[in-house]
């Protein structure tokens, strides 16, 4: 294995990932529910769910992050290398699996593993195991 | 009302998290997930920093009952590992792995009004509402792999 020096970026990954885990304290603290945006997601789904409109109006934070992030330091587009219909894929994939699998990177490989959940650690191990598998089959044995 | 205050700023937080650490950009996380070619541990340092600020708040949360904005903390109960819980896990890694997007990113993403956020974001909410269906109808298989999810 070789490491990408040009894009390993420690410190800016460690500030970045301290954010995300204080966002995740603050939910759980202020309004006593566990930051999993696929949960936050597939719950706004559901208008009906009491908990729908503060899950929206934290999907509309989200979105309005990389405007605020702009004026703070630069921010380059993202870049999809997938091709849309790859994309529609990996979206049903990932919508499925984690409502299925009751959580994804952030509910379990975030908040969950915070929680020192023996679920999370299984769920976080097998995702990130596929996850491995598939980039490897694209990229190497496909592509 | 305070409650949708409360969740925009943690949101925006959330999504400044996933912005300055890189994790909105899908090449920057496959770079993580191959293994095989020159490999960018961030995703690594990026979860390790928000589960060492996470950890004492979620140490705090199960001694509490109330959050501060009123209502019930609820944490998960659940502690037995399930089939739901590998199968849904290994579909989930298979379709981050194809796109290098999972559910917050992409929706940050849309902010830039990149069309493939928005493929990915409106397949990903059928993926969840295909759950929800299948979940509560009498699909043989899906409904013994959901019917405590």
């Known amino acids: ?110 908040c969950g593993l915070a929680r020192l959940s023996p679920r999370s650690f299984a769920a976080t191990g097998i995702f990130m195991a596929t996850a491995f598998l598939t980039v490897f089959v694209v990229r190497h044995v496909v592509g | 009302m305070k409650r949708i205050v409360f969740a925009l700023v943690v949101g925006l937080i959330f999504g400044l998290g996933l912005c300055l650490s890189g994790m909105y950009e899908p090449t920057k996380v496959t770079g993580f997930l191959d293994l095989a070619g020159p490999w960018d541990p961030s995703l690594a340092f990026v979860m390790g920093g928000a589960i060492v600020v996470a950890l ?34 290994a579909i989930f890694g298979v379709g981050w792995g194809l796109g290098g997007v999972c559910p917050a990113p992409g929706v940050v993403d849309l902010a830039f009004l990149s069309p493939s956020a928005a493929i990915f974001v409106v397949s990903m909410a059928a993926g969840m509402l295909v759950y929800r269906a299948a979940a509560g109808r009498p699909l043989p298989g899906l409904r013994l792999l959901a019917q405590d999810a």
Do not use: N, Q, Y
């Not at chain 1, 509309?60 to 894929?89: D, H, K, Q, T, Y």
């Not at chain 2, 199960?62 to 659940?78: D, M, Q, Y």
């Open chain 2, 56 to 89: 004492p708040a979620f140490w705090l949360a199960r001694r509490r009952s109330v959050a501060w904005v009123g209502g019930a903390i609820e944490l998960p109960a659940k502690r037995a590992l399930d089939a739901p819980l590998v199968v849904g896990s």
């Open chain 1, 1 to 110: 294995m070789t490491i990408d020096w040009a894009h390993f970026t420690p410190a800016s990954a460690l500030a970045g990932g301290a954010l995300i885990g204080l966002a995740a304290a603050l939910l759980i603290l202020g309004l006593g529910r566990v930051m999993g945006a696929a949960g936050i997601v597939g719950g706004a789904l559901a208008i009906d769910d009491a908990d729908a409109p503060w899950r929206w109006s934290l999907i509309v934070g989200l979105v309005l992050s990389p405007l605020i992030a702009r004026v703070l330091w630069s921010v380059v587009e993202p870049v999809f290398a997938a091709p849309w219909l790859a994309l529609v894929a990996s979206g049903l994939l990932v919508g499925f699996g984690a409502r299925l699998g009751s959580g994804c990177t952030s509910g379990h490989g975030v």
